[in-house]
């Protein structure tokens, strides 16, 4: 897929998941940021601040990889707020994990 389809793609994933930890009022460990293709993630670690960016390019594969995975980090803290188990071979499947975590039975509680 191209950079393109790979970014907004996440974009509209950034945008659900910040709405959704807003309107849970759950606080993710790491802070998301939309700013469309400028969007990142805020790590605060051992009194150090790093801002990732969630937008694929070939110049910056790995800071992206990394707050990648802090996306999915808090897309799973969000199911298991929301009383979803997400097995460790799934941590990484982003659009099934928000879909089990808006149709638990516990959504809100």
Not at 41 to 61: F, M, Q
């Amino acid at each position: 897929y191209s950079h393109e389809y790979i970014n907004t793609s996440l974009e509209y994933i950034i945008q659900y998941v910040i709405l959704l930890s807003y309107y849970l009022d759950i606080k993710l460990p790491f802070s998301l940021h939309y700013q469309g293709v400028r969007s990142y993630v805020e790590c605060h670690l051992y009194n150090c601040t790093c801002y990732l960016p969630l937008c694929y390019s070939e110049k910056t594969i790995e800071e992206y990889l990394t707050g990648l995975s802090m996306l999915c980090y808090d897309i799973v803290y969000l199911c298991y707020t929301q009383g979803v188990i997400v097995k460790e071979d799934s941590v990484l499947n982003i659009l099934e994990n928000i879909y089990k975590c808006t149709k638990s039975p516990y959504l809100g509680q």
